[in-house]
């Protein structure tokens, strides 16, 4: 590890300045400066070119460095020029009088961005709306490269996994801003509707050094449906077989020719109680949300800014049957879990724009969030407050030509934390700020290098520093090699990390004084397409490792009334392969399947073990199926989880003990959809094979006892889960 460090300190100081002929590169946008994805660039004369990116990005080498660049895009003028050399290049282009009333793409809803240095996938809302997507916590179900579980029996949480890895080391940021993070670690995911979200890019292993110095094992960034580009007017009814009731409705329009704002508007309703295994605890908690964001986008010449507000309210309650809103927890005969959260954020940004060098660019991403919780678990009261203030001041340009491009910033997170539990409180203000460089090496399509290096200092732990390394080879137009290595830092939050502990009667112990977390990730993948006659086959293979300098323990396995919560001593790591393929039978039919493997293991109690509730094998086989136009949509996805193993219950009594590890099962989801000209009407299925964990509370008879553990959940315990709805939309 020391001979890495020493490398990529090494490659921070020294950067290879090679020259590979013409290349060109750019953004291809329309009037109102929205990117165009898709479009085509090519040189003229010649079938030498390249489609843009989900950004409207493109770049690739001229054969002829005197050519003209010739671009088009259905439904717009096209235009050619003249490259000249002085670096990328933003091309606007005008709609066509003779453009066709209907026009109809079809394109894949997720994809590898082909020209990223990183390895990220792109899932469109074209992908979302495969499954039924309340919120971000089930945008993944047609995705094999994030897993979803619930954290307990009792709260309904949702937690995500990456490389094996539990979400904590994944860095969720809401339009390239820090979102679900803190205390909303945990129940974050479902404050994020789907039907606000625009497209999701998942990035293995550690991101780029612009967002900071959180991501361990990877990233996700949630675009947001945009102002200036979305729907005038857009209506979606859910409602399934546990009586869950959700509206959502969403507003676009242009207020002048700069000026357009944005309302979307979320809210759900569970009133009925779920026991579906006669345990006398429901399912699913009842739960209450209303949701309203509300943003405004000014799109200048020289000037880009947006400016936005959103405001929550989450409430649930859970446990014993009859337990209900608003009834007091500690003096009900009842076990009762409710949470009640209330959350206020104000976002945006401001870019600066140099039109006569379009390489050069000045932004500012800023953000300010409150978010305020009242919790109750059985007897015992939890509440916590968090404050965070979060601004990224980014430059880029060039080095000399459009081969060598840099970024740099300056950047602070201010987070203050005031949380009670039972009798003890914990507090903590936490001021980072800090800078950083970052330098992309871009000579052609083949080829391509990011190096960043950034140095936050923590008031309370010192210096962080982050190298970070990602570098693509492509052999050919069919085929590339990624590979990436960097350091991560994260402070823990072990209460809120441990929330499926909470409901149960364990008690915390913290042996000593916690420190951050500390990671390194290195890994890559391939990626290849091969043609079978007209057909062709996507592929990709990535392997990454994990390798722990510090982590926070949270020992179940020594004593099963308690959480030991200590630093790593000895060795913690992970090993994540996956295997992906996808084929496109026809223009109506095709399926991806994937393989995952995990090795996750970390010292517990001086002994080197596996993770709990991590499959070491598992499988993903999702088919789908379009009619011309999507009238008709159908889809399916099938998940295997080979066995997992479960924290120790030894030391219980014999009726109360589980066994060390759990059988393998299958999951299964489908939806089928029809669709018109004003949107379409959609019917799904959850859990279809309605596969349920047995007996997942321990003396669920008593839970006020010593013995009451309703935390060691790995598979559903609500069955089967039918759902319906209808969207609605008004295009501008």
């Not at 990529?8 to 329309?30: E, H, N, P, R, Y």
């Not at 020289?302 to 049957?321: F, H, P, T, W």
């Not at 190096?451 to 210096?463: I, Q």
Request: a negative charge.
């Amino acid at each position: 590890m020391n001979f890495t460090k020493y490398l990529l300190t090494l490659l921070s100081l020294v950067s290879t300045t090679l020259l590979m002929g013409q290349t060109i590169s750019g953004m291809v946008a329309g009037q109102n400066h929205e990117p165009l994805i898709g479009a085509t660039v090519l040189e003229e004369n010649t079938q030498n070119g390249i489609v843009t990116d989900v950004n409207g990005k493109f770049s690739f080498k001229l054969n002829n460095p005197e050519s003209n660049i010739v671009i088009s895009y259905t439904g717009y003028e096209t235009k050619t020029l003249n490259p000249d050399g002085s670096g990328p290049f933003h091309i606007m282009l005008s709609p066509s009088e003779e453009a066709l009333d209907e026009v109809v793409v079809t394109a894949s809803s997720t994809f590898m961005d082909k020209l990223e240095s990183k390895h990220v996938e792109v899932i469109t809302a074209g992908e979302l709306a495969k499954a039924a997507c309340c919120n971000l916590s089930e945008s993944f179900e047609t995705n094999a490269s994030v897993d979803v579980s619930y954290t307990d029996a009792v709260s309904g949480a949702k937690t995500i996994r990456m490389l094996g890895l539990d979400g904590r080391y994944v860095q969720i940021n809401k339009e390239n801003a820090p979102h679900v993070r803190g205390l909303i670690g945990r129940y974050g995911l479902s404050y994020v509707p789907g039907t606000w979200i625009q497209s999701i890019d998942v990035g293995k292993g550690a991101g780029t050094v612009v967002n900071g110095y959180e991501s361990m094992s990877g990233q996700l960034n949630v675009e947001l449906k945009k102002p200036e580009n979305s729907e005038k007017l857009y209506l979606n009814a859910y409602i399934n077989s546990f009586g869950r009731v959700e509206v959502n409705a969403n507003h676009a329009t242009n207020l002048t020719d700069k000026w357009s704002t944005g309302l979307l508007l979320h809210t759900n309703y569970l009133g009925t109680e779920i026991d579906g295994n006669d345990d006398g605890f429901m399912d699913l908690p009842k739960s209450r949300q209303i949701n309203f964001m509300n943003r405004y986008k000014y799109n200048g010449e020289r000037l880009k800014s947006q400016i936005g507000i959103q405001i929550m309210r989450d409430e649930k309650a859970g446990g014993q049957l009859g337990y209900d809103f608003g009834e007091d927890f500690q003096t009900s005969p009842e076990y009762g879990f409710m949470n009640q959260t209330t959350r206020a954020e104000v976002f945006g940004k401001v870019g600066v724009l140099f039109p006569s060098k379009p390489y050069q660019g000045l932004g500012f991403i800023y953000s300010g969030t409150f978010t305020d919780i009242d919790a109750g678990f059985g007897r015992d009261a939890y509440s916590g407050k968090e404050k965070t203030l979060y601004g990224n001041l980014i430059y880029q340009n060039i080095i000399g030509n459009s081969f060598h491009q840099y970024k740099a910033g300056v950047s602070l997170l201010y987070d203050d934390f005031d949380e009670v539990y039972a009798d003890s409180t914990f507090a903590r203000t936490e001021v980072v700020p800090g800078a950083y460089f970052e330098y992309s090496y871009l000579p052609g399509d083949d080829f391509s290098l990011i190096l960043g290096n950034r140095v936050d200092f923590h008031n309370l732990y010192g210096a962080f520093y982050t190298p970070r390394l990602h570098t693509r080879y492509a052999f050919n137009e069919n085929t590339a090699i990624r590979l990436a290595i960097g350091r991560g830092y994260r402070v823990g939050n072990p209460l809120v990390e441990n929330i499926n502990s909470l409901v149960s009667s364990r008690q915390f112990v913290v042996t000593e004084e916690l420190d951050p977390e500390i990671s390194w990730n290195m890994g890559g993948s391939i990626t290849s397409t091969l043609h079978i006659g007209n057909k062709k086959v996507d592929l990709v293979g990535d392997y990454f490792y994990t390798s722990f300098e510090n982590q926070l323990i949270y020992d179940m396995d020594q004593n099963s009334s308690q959480v030991m919560i200590y630093n790593l001593d000895g060795q913690s790591y992970a090993h994540s392969f996956q295997v992906e393929a996808k084929y496109q039978m026809n223009e109506f039919f095709g399926f991806k399947t994937a393989y995952k493997y995990y090795d996750v293991r970390t010292t517990i109690d001086n002994q080197l073990r596996r993770i709990p509730y991590i499959s070491r094998d598992r499988l993903f086989l999702n088919a789908s199926y379009a009619t011309r136009y999507d009238k008709w949509k159908a889809d399916a996805t099938l998940q295997w989880y080979g066995t997992k193993r479960l924290p120790s219950t030894n030391d219980k009594p014999a009726e109360f003990q589980v066994s060390k590890t759990t059988p393998d099962f299958f999951l299964l989801n489908a939806q089928v959809s029809r669709g018109f000209r004003w949107g379409n009407i959609y019917l799904g299925a959850e859990n279809l094979l309605s596969f349920k964990q047995d007996n997942p509370i321990i003396d669920a008879e008593n839970p006020f006892g010593n013995d009451f553990d309703a935390s060691l959940v790995w598979a559903p315990i609500a069955g089967r889960v039918i759902y319906a709805g209808i969207k609605y939309r008004i295009e501008r």
